[in-house]
């Protein structure tokens, strides 16, 4: 079945610091999906990737899905407190026949003032 | 628009006892999920419904029942709850799968089962 790993699992950087997040799939990515989810909150969708080699970008967050469609990276720069959370990569995905949404297990942002 | 609501936020139940939690959606949305976040973890997908009437499994589905008598409304419930089912639930919701398939996820319903 299909799997999504994230790395790292948690992060603590420095305000002002650059960071990037990776998301491995175990087989090619259809869609993927970036959330943030605050601590003890629901999550909130913050881009999507279709197309291999696509990149976008949102304020200071910048997410790439590479060529062969299998990882992703979310990439931050000038990290701030607010940027703090758990973010995770999300994909649509099939396992014998069956429909599934994933999550990877999520990267725990830290951002120190 | 509310977007996702579920009800209630948290709830402590005894071993045995049973409860619905419930979630609704004012966006129209064919797709609903349900979800259990434990520590540490990412998000098990429970069940899910792909519109009214119909209902599938999902990776962790046992111990859970869903329901989905209107487009807006997606409840589980929890027959014979056990320790192993603490955890936080969320609902969510989208227009379609494939395609752009964003995900309006609800706050939350922290469980605890002693």
Redesign the interface.
């Known amino acids: 079945s299909q799997e ?1 790993e994230q790395s790292p699992q948690s992060l603590i950087v420095q305000e002002g610091k650059n960071l990037t997040i990776n998301c491995t799939s175990s087989k090619t990515l ?2 993927l ?1 970036w ?1 943030k989810q605050k601590y ?6 913050l881009m ?1 990737l279709q197309k291999g080699g696509e990149e976008k970008s949102h304020e200071k967050i910048t997410a790439k899905l590479d060529e062969k469609k299998q990882q992703s990276s979310l990439h931050i720069t000038a990290s701030q407190p607010s940027h703090a959370g758990i973010y ?1 990569c ?1 994909a ?1 995905g099939y396992s014998s026949g ?9 990267t725990r942002l830290k951002v120190l003032a | 628009n509310a977007g ?1 609501t579920q009800t209630p936020k948290f709830r402590i139940l005894k071993i045995g006892q049973s409860m619905t939690l419930q979630c609704t959606q004012d966006m129209n949305h064919n797709y609903m ?1 349900w ?1 259990r976040q434990d520590p540490g ?5 429970i069940y ?1 419904s792909v519109g009214a009437g119909i209902t ?4 962790v589905p046992n111990g859970y029942n869903v329901s989905r008598s209107t487009t807006e409304d997606f409840p589980l419930r929890l027959e014979l709850a056990a320790p192993s089912q603490t955890s936080v639930y ?1 609902c ?1 919701s989208s227009y379609s ?12 319903t922290r469980l605890t089962v002693l």
């Open positions: 999504l259809y869609g999906y959330y003890g909150e629901g999550l909130i969708f999507m995770l999300g649509d069956t429909y599934k949404y994933i999550f990877g297990t999520g | 996702v999920y979800y973890m990412g998000l098990k997908l899910y599938d499994k999902g990776e969320f969510a799968t494939g395609g752009l398939n964003e995900q309006f996820f609800g706050p939350g």
